[in-house]
């Protein structure tokens, strides 16, 4: 880090300190700071809590487990309107991904203590999200990704959102291993908010535009419906460098036509996808009597997105493109998702009964492209293929009872049962007879006939809840739950939650849990070939035939055991800190493989060409590697961690009023142990260097956010230092020798200026990445190599596991309407 960043950060620090001596004197600005809520921080004192306890009233400075809060005003002010980004730019244990490869920049994901985004789970009103059904299947940090797309559920529809960082299998799922994102509806009655907003990066490309707003009324007595909308665009970026192809002496020479429009930038594989956003939201309900209530919530959305691919050379096929071509993927995607319910009180029981079904269905194509093979075999190859399609759905079903019982303790004893039963479902449809025909359309195959298929999955669970307060500085949180599974038998998962308060002021809590994830459909079924100019690489599904050719015989279930210590101080009527240690152990954790080569490696394996063939696949033949990628059992891990929340509201009179924060984690993730490589990919490995880098440092080990928001009058500024440690990936050309890439340890500032009008419009104008820092670049010696071998890679001079992305500064405007 540089000395002026050093400097800054220090500053913020001391600043953060002198808020903790700056306590508001008079009363009266205490209570102003209090109803703060400092809400440029993830912690709000004082709010009532529904995640991670199944007692009513709960209050977030009294949450047994770690709980931090994200009120609506944080979301907006980051700037880019994106769920995703508001929840990485205000919680640091969660970490939102940059750049995919293929179609995975076209659904970009996210993760929770370092660990795969399908260990967190997804909660809307408390009930199950499903997951996207574009499965992130490249190497990488977010390799098997297939959780909750959260693109689709609109900003304005929040209230605000409740991140449970613990284990939580017992209580909720048998796969919240890292933890619980619950997203609070509005459920406003009148009035609404209206927002527009607009940016770009300062660099060029990431044009964005989004429309979003909220709307609540009571048709009639004691009903209320909120609906919220919105739209957005955001454009291209390129951040690549140059493909050495395209100045190679000799190509130029044989390729005249290669010095075209745009000359020499003609591959832009390395930046943001395209893409038109559109959801639609409602939460509705109605209260029958004092006692019965009926309620539904629900989304429906439709994105249509674009990325490009590598660039194809004149001579690839000169009769259709004469100038080279850059291929594009496409996605249609429409995505749904309705939860209905009646939940009332009988006697002393509470009872809740829902329903939820959600689905994702993403067309994959291919435009600007041709099948080079379909045209030398006919002459005749289209140029707009489809490739196929993705299809998941979840149909979840809850009963839910709690009561409180007195038995003499200090506070009474609360106990709650519940059944869940769910069905998932993933499909594959095969592409066009064109995108298909032997190597297929270029960039991106159709799914073969061997790919397609339909499978599914149900399992049955029931869970028991007891919340006990024997003196009334302790509680005892204790939670079981069974769940059968159809293709995986049963799963026993518990926890036990404690936390003692030796004053008002000071409590220690802690948690011991464990868990049970079964993979994803798409993990088990996933099948396609992954193409560039230079390889062609299979995902095979682990129960294929020819899975079990290279050793591979299906996926286990991964089994976790969390344990979690915390302190939390409360010094002050303004002031809160908490810090919680944990470690997370996962076996047989599902990770994607290395690249296992057939052939052009530095090793291959003859297994691996057979297991190709018997899944029917042809590759293109013009490529000089050829090789595997599988999802497998792979690896024990352990995650140990430290996370930090301070929150300070002080008032300075007629100056105006600060909430001070400072937010921090921790995370060392560790490779325990590797399982041994199946006979016949030997002397290949399942993990390579670079699949274990991806789980080890692709994510910084420490994170720091620092924030100040100043509140006087009509005035509000929003400030943030987001402090990213040290991360890094070994990557390697043909599996042989491997380069280090390493971003340094970096800060970047955020910074929004708000002025609120006496007409209800409040116009803010802001920036992310103030400074437009970028990360550092791919190992030279590693782009040295891909420039002699005239590999297309050297075009991604930017690591793609950035924690604060490739793009540099985003700088946008604002205006919000609310009435």
Request: proline letters at 4%.
């Amino acid at each position: 880090m540089h000395k002026a960043q050093l400097k800054a950060c220090a500053a913020a620090i001391l600043v953060v300190y002198s808020g903790l001596a700056c306590a508001a004197a008079p009363d009266e600005a205490q209570a102003e700071a209090v109803a703060g809520a400092a809400a440029a921080t993830p912690s709000s004192a004082g709010a009532v809590i529904v995640t991670g306890t199944r007692a009513s009233g709960l209050k977030v400075e009294n949450s047994a487990s770690p709980i931090q809060l994200l009120d609506s005003a944080s979301m907006q002010r980051t700037g880019q309107p994106d769920l995703v980004q508001a929840l990485a730019q205000n919680l640091p244990s969660f970490t939102a991904q940059a750049f995919g490869g293929d179609t995975a920049n076209l659904t970009l994901s996210a993760r929770l203590r370092g660990l795969s985004p399908n260990n967190t789970l997804v909660l809307v009103n408390g009930k199950r999200r499903h997951g996207t059904s574009n499965l992130a299947v490249l190497g990488g940090p977010y390799q098997g990704g297939a959780a909750a797309d959260l693109s689709y559920i609109p900003v304005a529809m929040i209230d605000h959102i409740e991140v449970l960082q613990d284990g939580a299998a017992a209580q909720y799922g048998t796969d919240a291993i890292a933890g619980v994102i619950n997203i609070i509806l509005k459920s406003n009655t009148k009035g609404g908010t209206f927002n527009v907003n607009g940016g770009g990066y300062a660099d060029g490309g990431g044009r964005t535009a989004d429309t979003m707003g909220n709307v609540g009324f009571e048709p009639f007595d004691k009903a209320f419906v909120s609906l919220s909308a919105e739209t957005k665009y955001h454009g291209f970026s390129n951040r690549g460098g140059i493909d050495p192809r395209v100045t190679d002496r000799a190509n130029l020479a044989a390729m005249p036509l290669l010095q075209a429009a745009g000359y020499p930038n003609l591959n832009k594989i390395s930046g943001d996808a395209q893409y038109h956003l559109t959801v639609f939201g409602v939460n509705a309900g109605y209260d029958i009597d004092d006692d019965t209530a009926v309620y539904a919530f629900g989304t429906v959305g439709r994105k249509e997105a674009r990325a490009f691919e590598n660039y194809r050379m004149p001579n690839r096929l000169p009769q259709v493109y004469p100038l080279g071509f850059s291929p594009k993927e496409t996605m249609k995607d429409q995505d749904y998702a309705l939860t209905a319910g009646v939940k009332g009180k009988l006697g002393a029981w509470n009872w809740d009964l829902s329903s939820t079904y959600g689905r994702d269905k993403a067309e994959i194509g291919v435009e600007d492209s041709a099948n080079v093979s379909l045209y030398q075999d006919t002459g005749f190859t289209p140029t707009v293929f489809s490739a196929g399609a993705f299809i998941a759905s979840q149909w979840t079903n809850n009963l839910d009872f709690s009561r409180d019982v007195h038995v003499g303790w200090a506070r009474p004893l609360t106990f709650a049962l519940g059944l869940e039963h769910r069905v998932d479902k993933y499909e594959i449809q095969a592409g066009d007879r064109y995108a298909r025909y032997k190597e297929g359309s270029q960039s991106y195959p159709g799914f073969s006939l061997t790919d397609a298929g339909k499978h599914d999955r149900n399992n049955k669970a029931v869970y028991a809840n007891v919340i006990a307060h024997p003196v009334e500085a302790l509680t005892v949180d204790l939670a079981a739950r069974y769940e059968h599974f159809s293709d995986f038998g049963n799963a026993k998962v518990g926890k036990i939650t404690s936390r003692y308060d030796f004053t008002p002021a000071f409590a220690l809590r802690g948690t011991v849990s464990n868990g049970f994830r079964a993979p994803t459909l798409a993990e088990q079924y996933y099948s396609a070939t992954n193409v560039s100019p230079r390889s062609a690489f299979v995902q095979l599904a682990p129960n294929s035939p020819g899975a079990a050719l290279v050793g591979v015989n299906g996926l286990k279930p991964e089994e976790s055991t969390n344990f979690s210590a915390g302190l939390v101080l409360n010094p002050a009527s303004n002031v809160a800190l908490t810090l919680d240690a944990y470690q997370i152990t996962i076996r047989d954790r599902i990770v994607g493989s290395g690249s296992l080569y057939g052939s052009g490696g530095a090793d291959n394996s003859p297994a691996v060409t057979a297991a190709i063939l018997a899944n029917g696949n042809t590759l293109d033949p013009t490529v000089v590697q050829t090789g595997i990628n599988i999802f497998t059992n792979a690896v024990n891990t352990r995650s140990r961690g430290l996370e930090f929340v301070a929150t300070v509201n002080s008032s300075y009179g007629d100056w105006g009023r600060v909430d001070w924060s400072a937010a921090a984690n921790y995370n060392k993730v560790e490779v325990m142990k590797i399982n041994q490589a199946p006979a016949q990919l030997r002397p290949q490995t399942l993990l390579d260097k670079t699949a274990i880098s991806h789980l080890e440092t692709a994510s910084p080990k420490m994170r720091l956010n620092l924030g100040a928001l100043w509140k006087k009058g009509a005035w509000t500024v929003n400030l943030r230092e987001s402090i990213y440690g040290k991360s890094s990936e070994w990557q390697s050309s043909d599996g042989a020798e491997f380069f280090k890439n390493e971003i340094g340890a970096t800060a970047t500032t955020d910074l929004e200026l708000s002025y609120r009008m006496a007409n209800g419009w409040t116009l803010s104008g802001g920036a992310n990445n103030l400074f437009n820092k970028y990360p550092d670049q791919v190992n030279p010696a590693l782009l040295a190599v891909y420039r002699a071998n005239l590999d297309n890679s050297a075009v991604t001079i930017y690591p793609s596991f950035s924690p604060f992305g490739i793009n540099g500064g985003y700088y946008y405007a604002r205006a919000s309407y609310k009435f």
